[in-house]
Nanobody
Framework: QVQLVESGGGLVQPGGSLRLSCVASRIIFSIYDMAWYRQAPGKQRELVATITSRGSTNYGDSVKGRFTISRDNAKNTVYLQMNSLKPEDTDVYYC??????????????WGQGTQVTVSS
């Protein structure tokens, strides 16, 4: 069974930092594009950051300059370093693994999410 497991969430004060981790199993991790999304109740799921299988990164406008996505293929793990956290960063953060296959259904997997709360 394909599995993505997030960890590292918690309660942090404004201006603080957290590092989220997502460990993948039962996939060839190195060929997947990875991403972090976040979602609050009543809102659409928002793209936070992506990192392709080749290491190219993109960030949502709201987190540019504050968050950094990285991956360690030897550990089947993608990370999200979050600095200068704001109350509006409070959300459930989800890990995503995706592989486009031309002429076939895409492989697209999600973790269960980890809660990040930024509050004083």
């Amino acid at each position: 069974q394909v599995q993505l497991v997030e960890s590292g969430g918690g309660l942090v004060q404004p201006g603080g930092s957290l590092r989220l981790s997502c460990v993948a199993s039962r996939i060839i991790f190195s060929i997947y594009d990875m991403a972090w999304y976040r979602q609050a109740p009543g809102k659409q799921r928002e793209l936070v950051a992506t990192i392709t299988s080749r290491g190219s990164t993109n960030y949502g406008d709201s987190v540019k300059g504050r968050f950094t996505i990285s991956r360690d293929n030897a550990k089947n793990t993608v990370y999200l370093q979050m600095n200068s956290l704001k109350p509006e960063d409070t959300d459930v953060y989800y890990c995503n693994a995706r592989r486009l296959r031309v002429g076939l259904p895409d492989n697209d997997y999600w973790g269960q999410g980890t809660q990040v709360t930024v509050s004083s």
